[in-house]
């Protein structure tokens, strides 16, 4: 995983990297921030023209229904830059592109290989868009990538490794630093950071009075907090994740003690960058959920493999969890983690997050009942 660590790095440093899939070679680079210079290089370098490589979900809003995870798109030399943004993750297609070029471009689509996969899984890692351009190494060029390799300027890396980022590595997450650090609503607390092996996430565990972690029989109040920066520090009135992060450290507060676990989760696993675009998109009409697949993503990024560590290392096996998302609810039991009781958290109704809380509500089966009810 070492060599995955450092291809992510050099990806949001705008850098190529070689992607090795059996005897295929096949040099990466991030869309996002390609300028036309970089293209040009990844060019020579491979000595093939570079395709695109691009999510079901952006396919999707391509009005594209893809069989599989991503497809391939060959892109002639006149619009490597040109409309490479638009292709990957721009709004408007149709508008930007023309019906005619978008129609030859969902004509042109080819099957992903094992190396375009990884691909989208180390820029979904690296918190990018999750579109690559990606260029095959021709026979005459492979000396040429390997004298690269071997002098250090390019960084090689195993595709099945790669597509294995996202997993994250179960069991190894480490214990850094703790702190007791008395909150308005919670004066008894202690903050317990935890890093996971590859560096790029720093989650805290804040572990609220003195309640029973270790007793088997006991089911510890449990809160997992996405972070939010517009709606956790700022009071973003575009979601309710403030609110619900004060309400859940208050009520954990009343029942005497528990956790919660403040995940580097930014956006639903898209991070800040993409959440920013998002927001952008849903200014022109376009809900949460859509916003998010315009720019290649899922409806939920999110993975609590984490959450599951961190609470392992705590020693909780029991939780009453408070939620409104049944996904978290699943994902903590297939993990091992039996949830006794869930309890609904919630945060005020605006003219602002309406729609988000709507779209939460309706399409991915947030319980939100009770917040509706109490808005009419």
């Known amino acids: 995983m070492?060599?995955?660590?450092?291809?992510?790095?050099?990806?949001?440093?705008?850098l190529p990297v070689l992607l090795v899939a059996g005897e295929s070679r096949v040099l990466v680079q991030a869309v996002e921030g390609a300028a036309q210079a970089a293209v040009s290089?990844?060019?020579?370098?491979?000595?093939?023209?570079?395709?695109?490589?691009?999510?079901?979900?952006?396919?999707?809003?391509?009005?594209?229904?893809?069989?599989?995870?991503?497809?391939?798109?060959?892109?002639?030399?006149?619009?490597?830059?040109?409309?490479?943004?638009?292709?990957?993750?721009?709004?408007?297609?149709?508008?930007r592109l023309g019906q005619a070029r978008l129609e030859a471009c969902r004509a042109a689509l080819q099957p992903a290989e094992a190396a375009d996969l990884a691909a989208l899984a180390?820029?979904?890692?690296?918190?990018?868009?999750?579109?690559?351009?990606?260029?095959?190494?021709?026979?005459?060029?492979?000396?040429?990538?390997?004298?690269?390799?071997?002098?250090?300027?390019?960084?090689?890396?195993?595709?099945?490794?790669?597509?294995?980022?996202?997993?994250?590595?179960?069991?190894?997450?480490?214990?850094?630093?703790?702190?007791?650090?008395?909150?308005?609503?919670?004066?008894?607390?202690?903050?317990?950071?935890?890093?996971?092996?590859?560096?790029?996430?720093?989650?805290?565990?804040?572990?609220?009075?003195?309640?029973?972690?270790?007793?088997?029989?006991?089911?510890?109040?449990?809160?997992?907090?996405?972070?939010?920066?517009?709606?956790?520090?700022?009071?973003?009135?575009?979601?309710?994740?403030?609110?619900?992060?004060?309400?859940?450290?208050?009520?954990?507060?009343?029942?005497?003690?528990?956790?919660?676990?403040?995940?580097?989760?930014?956006?639903?696993?898209i991070g800040l960058a993409n959440k920013l675009r998002a927001y952008t998109l849903q200014d022109s009409g376009l809900d949460t959920l859509d916003a998010d697949q315009i720019l290649g993503f899922g409806e939920d990024e999110r993975r609590y493999g984490v959450a599951v560590d961190m609470l392992d290392a705590l020693g909780i096996r029991r939780v009453q969890l408070m939620t409104n998302n049944p996904l978290k609810m699943a994902a903590l039991a297939e993990g091992g983690i039996e949830v006794v009781e869930r309890q609904a958290l919630y945060g005020t109704l605006n003219d602002h997050n309406h729609r988000y809380l709507s779209a939460k509500a309706d399409r991915a089966g947030h319980l939100l009942d009770e917040v509706f009810r109490v808005r009419r």
């Not at 070492?2 to 705008?14: K, M, S």
């Open 122 to 269: 180390l820029m979904r890692r690296a918190l990018l868009v999750p579109s690559a351009l990606v260029a095959r190494v021709a026979e005459a060029q492979r000396d040429e990538v390997a004298a690269a390799v071997a002098d250090g300027t390019l960084l090689a890396v195993e595709a099945e490794q790669a597509e294995r980022c996202l997993e994250g590595a179960a069991g190894m997450l480490r214990r850094v630093s703790e702190a007791r650090i008395p909150l308005a609503d919670a004066d008894d607390c202690r903050f317990i950071l935890f890093r996971e092996p590859d560096g790029m996430r720093e989650h805290v565990a804040v572990v609220i009075g003195d309640p029973a972690l270790e007793a088997a029989e006991t089911a510890v109040p449990l809160r997992l907090h996405s972070a939010c920066l517009t709606g956790d520090l700022f009071g973003s009135l575009r979601c309710d994740c403030g609110e619900q992060l004060r309400n859940a450290v208050a009520e954990i507060e009343a029942l005497g003690g528990g956790v919660l676990l403040y995940l580097a989760q930014e956006g639903r696993g």
């Open 2 to 14: 070492h060599q995955v660590e450092r291809a992510i790095f050099d990806l949001r440093r705008g």
């Open 41 to 95: 290089r990844l060019d020579e370098l491979a000595g093939t023209t570079p395709a695109l490589v691009l999510s079901r979900h952006r396919l999707a809003a391509l009005g594209v229904e893809p069989a599989d995870r991503a497809a391939r798109l060959p892109l002639p030399a006149e619009e490597m830059t040109a409309r490479l943004d638009a292709l990957a993750y721009g709004a408007a297609p149709v508008a």
